[in-house]
């Protein structure tokens, strides 16, 4: 049985996972902006989706040591830089998982 757990997110770009059996948090970094929006997956309740103003979309497994996630999307570099995002344009508001539990 998973333990009770409680995923919050928001402006500092942190996901931050509470065990409300133990009083224990954990933090979760990655993202370089605001996070609008977290989902969580309904068939693994373990995997939890952030979207940000950064621009970028990422997965985190709470029962992992990796607390940067994984990245699922970024947006395309700027027109004529190879490395700087455009995500200061395109902020992502929003994410929905299929049933698969996929964003």
Request: proline share 7%; glycine share 10%; net charge positive.
């Amino acid at each position: 049985q998973l333990p009770q757990l409680v995923a919050t997110a928001a402006a500092d770009g942190l996901l931050r996972i509470s065990n409300l059996e133990h009083g224990s948090s954990y933090t979760f970094a990655g993202h370089q902006g605001i996070v609008h929006k977290l989902a969580v997956g309904e068939d693994n309740p373990t995997l939890v989706y952030t979207a940000s103003g950064d621009g970028t979309v990422r997965r985190y497994d709470v029962r992992c040591a990796d607390r940067h996630g994984t990245l699922l999307f970024a947006p395309p570099a700027r027109k004529g830089s190879n490395t700087a995002p455009a995500s200061s344009l395109r902020a992502v508001h929003a994410i929905q998982l299929e049933p698969t539990g996929r964003p």
